[in-house]
Structure formats: structure tokens, C-alpha cells
């Protein structure tokens, strides 16, 4: 993929049989299989077609600001959209996670994404969150999710009872902490978790109205993960996540890389979750988290 990269930017076409055919004369088993042959053709039209080459996070700013960053954003997010050739190991990711109904959590690379828990699937859902032993549930949406009771009060689901123990609103959530306890034939346990109901984000809205704010609960439920897993649910199980999950890992990746591919980094995740960030409008809210995370954590002193 370097060669073939770095050979294509410099004279503007590629011979990837003759490329593959050399590398062969020094390393026999160099791209085994037709598949692996074929993906990547699909991939280096997506490295050379496609505008997804990384920003170096010194750079991000300017380039944010330049004055055809709109068209730019609004260019990538169709190119995103276009059905791409996905790898093994993505086509495989893809399908452990539609084969698990219930958590996805399983082999996903990504925080735990889970359906709206509606009356008959409560159950399951406390049992998934004592299960994974999560730290942090991340509630998309506005209104009370049924599982949560009102404050110092408790609520039963089945053998599952839940506790809300403390409760705060900010300008962005409505923070909990909730204690889930079970009393079944195999005994009782109980799990307490920290609980985040996102309500900055209006129905009926795109996209979040503030970077500033969405950030704030991204690196808060960021800690909190330190200590377990994290769940999150919405309507969809990915639109809302999704974009949550995408800011999440946008930030990991500046951190560690020290360049920013918002293009890459939605990629990555829909050939695992496919509605991941569906709009424009969230494509380009990715983009100014990033900038306002580089301005406000001033990511650029820890570089040096």
C-alpha cells in the first residue's frame, strides 16, 4: 500500500500487478489470496481517488478555517457515502456484530451500542449491563428511558430492581448514579454504574448544538470507562451513539497519531456499524469537536 501510494502521488497512475509481482520476487507469499488482490485495488482507489489523507493536528486549525472547507466537507461526506470494497477483517467485525442482538459487544472495536430498552427488553438490558460489569451507561435520549426511577426511589423489572441513588442536571445531562440489583435462583448481586441522559441534543436536530458541550461528556464518560465498560443506547442503536462513539475515537486517534482523518475514522467505524454519523451535519460536527478539542485541551504542548 506504500509503494503503491507513494508511486501513484508521484506520477499519477499505478501498476499494482507489477507492483505485487516485484514484491513477490523477494517475499514468495505477499498478498495471498484473489481477495486480498482485489481489496487492494478498492483501496488504493479510496487512498488516491478519495480526499481522505490526514491533517497533521498543528495544521487542523488553518485547515478548518480555510475558505473552501464547506465545499470540502460536503465533497467528502458523498464520497463517504459511496459503497466501498471492505476488508476481511471488517466484513467479519460486521458480522459478529449483526449476529448479536441483544449487546454487540462482542469483538467490536467500538463502546458497547444497544437499542433503546422498551418495556419487554428492561430485563435484558440491566442483565447486560450487570453482565459487562459497565461503568458507564450514555442515554441519548431526552426523555426518561423507563428503567430509571425517580430519585431515592426504586423500580422493578422481572428480578431486577433498580435504585436511582443520586441525581444532578447540568447544561448538557442529567447525571445518576444507579444501583441495579438481581435476586434469582442463583443468588442476588447488585452493580452500581453512573449513568448520563444526554439532553443538549433537541429532537429533530442533526446534529448537537454545542462542540463545547458534547466534548465536556465525551472526556467525562471517558473516565469513567477507565473503570469498566461503557453502554450506550438510542433509538437506532448507532445514529446518536454513533456519533457519540466517532468523537470518542477521533480524540484517541489525535492523541496517539497526532493527525486528524475524520473521513478515515467514520469509514472505519460504519464497516462495522453502517449508520454510523448519517449526515452531513454530524460529519462536519466531528470535525469542529476535533477543533475545539485541540484549541481547549491544547493538545499541542503534549507533543513536545
Not at 505485487?20 to 517475499?27: D, K, P, Q, S
Not at 458523498?78 to 458480522?95: C, F, G, P
Not at 470507562?225 to 462513539?245: D, E, W, Y
Not at 462536519?284 to 513536545?304: G, K, P, T
Request: proline letters at 2%.
Amino acid at each position: 500500500m506504500d509503494l503503491l501510494t507513494r508511486e501513484g502521488e508521484a506520477e499519477g497512475s499505478v501498476d499494482i500487478h507489477g507492483c505485487v509481482t516485484n514484491l513477490r520476487h523477494r517475499r514468495t507469499r505477499m498478498v495471498q489470496t484473489a481477495d486480498q488482490y482485489a481489496f487492494l485495488h478498492h483501496a488504493i482507489v479510496h487512498t488516491l481517488a478519495f480526499d481522505s489523507k490526514p491533517v497533521q493536528t498543528e495544521g487542523f486549525a488553518t485547515y478548518m478555517s480555510d475558505s473552501e472547507n464547506e465545499q470540502r466537507l460536503i465533497k467528502q461526506f458523498k464520497q463517504l457515502e459511496i459503497t466501498m470494497e471492505r476488508s476481511e477483517e471488517e466484513q467479519q467485525a460486521s458480522e459478529r456484530n449483526s449476529a448479536l442482538t441483544k449487546s454487540n459487544r462482542e469483538g467490536a472495536d467500538i463502546p458497547v451500542l444497544a437499542m433503546t430498552p422498551i418495556e419487554d427488553t428492561v430485563a435484558d438490558f440491566l442483565c447486560l449491563t450487570m453482565q459487562e460489569k459497565a461503568a458507564c451507561i450514555v442515554d441519548m435520549e431526552k426523555e426518561r428511558s423507563l428503567y430509571i426511577p425517580d430519585l431515592d426511589t426504586q423500580t422493578q423489572f422481572g428480578l431486577y430492581t433498580v435504585d436511582n441513588l443520586q441525581q444532578k442536571s447540568t447544561i448538557y445531562s442529567v447525571n445518576r448514579v444507579l444501583r441495579i440489583s438481581y435476586n434469582g435462583l442463583g443468588g442476588s448481586s447488585e452493580h452500581t454504574v453512573s449513568h448520563y441522559q444526554v439532553t443538549a441534543w433537541q429532537d429533530n436536530v442533526k446534529a448537537p448544538e454545542s462542540a463545547t458541550h458534547f466534548l465536556q461528556l465525551v472526556k467525562e464518560v471517558e473516565t469513567k470507562a477507565a473503570s469498566g465498560s461503557v453502554i450506550m443506547h438510542c433509538k437506532t442503536g448507532g445514529g446518536r451513539c454513533g456519533l457519540f462513539a466517532a468523537v470518542w475515537t477521533l480524540l484517541e486517534k489525535t492523541g496517539i497519531e497526532h493527525e486528524v482523518s475524520v473521513f478515515n475514522t467514520i469509514r472505519q467505524l460504519r464497516a462495522r456499524r453502517p449508520n454510523v454519523v448519517r449526515t452531513r451535519e454530524q460529519y462536519a460536527f466531528c470535525h469542529d469537536c476535533v477543533r475545539e478539542y485541540l484549541q481547549s485541551f491544547d493538545i499541542y504542548s503534549n507533543f513536545s
